[in-house]
């Protein structure tokens, strides 16, 4: 029971923490706040086809990545980049392909990206709207 208190708040933290795409950038997936981690993040795309682009800063453990809808994860967990010198920025692209089926009739796509800590504690957590459905 304790172990689905913590993912459901562990869950609910990342999720409050969702970057929305300004009023102004809204098809091109540009954000408007940035982690000390993560920048020049960057969506394209729509309907379940989107490409994912930025620059990851690695500290002691390995960014990940998972794709959700805030009720199902659609792409369980990926990795993003490795272990590298603290100092360096990393380039990153990720290419997301959902089938028709795992897209909601009213809902949002979500990124999620986070490192792992040597523990395996979820650090640095980062997250952006692909895409919002309504119908």
């Not at 993912?7 to 990342?14: A, T, V």
């Not at 994860?73 to 290419?95: G, R």
């Not at 999620?112 to 523990?119: G, L, P, S």
């Amino acid at each position: 029971m304790r172990k689905k208190i913590l993912f459901y708040l562990s869950f609910f933290m990342l999720f409050m923490n969702v970057v929305q795409p300004s009023a102004d950038a809204a098809y091109s997936g540009k954000i408007r706040n940035e982690n000390v981690q993560i920048r020049h993040v960057k969506v394209l795309g729509s309907g379940g086809r989107y490409t994912v682009t930025g620059q990851v800063k690695v500290g002691e453990g390995t960014y990940f990545y998972t794709v959700e809808d805030g009720h199902n994860v659609l792409i369980p967990e990926k990795t993003l980049a490795k272990k590298a010198d603290k100092s360096k920025w990393l380039p990153f692209k990720v290419k997301i392909n959902l089938a028709k089926e795992q897209l909601p009739p009213n809902g949002t796509i979500i990124f999620y990206a986070y490192e792992r800590d040597a523990q395996g504690k979820i650090v640095h957590a980062y997250s952006i709207v692909l895409e919002k459905f309504y119908h």
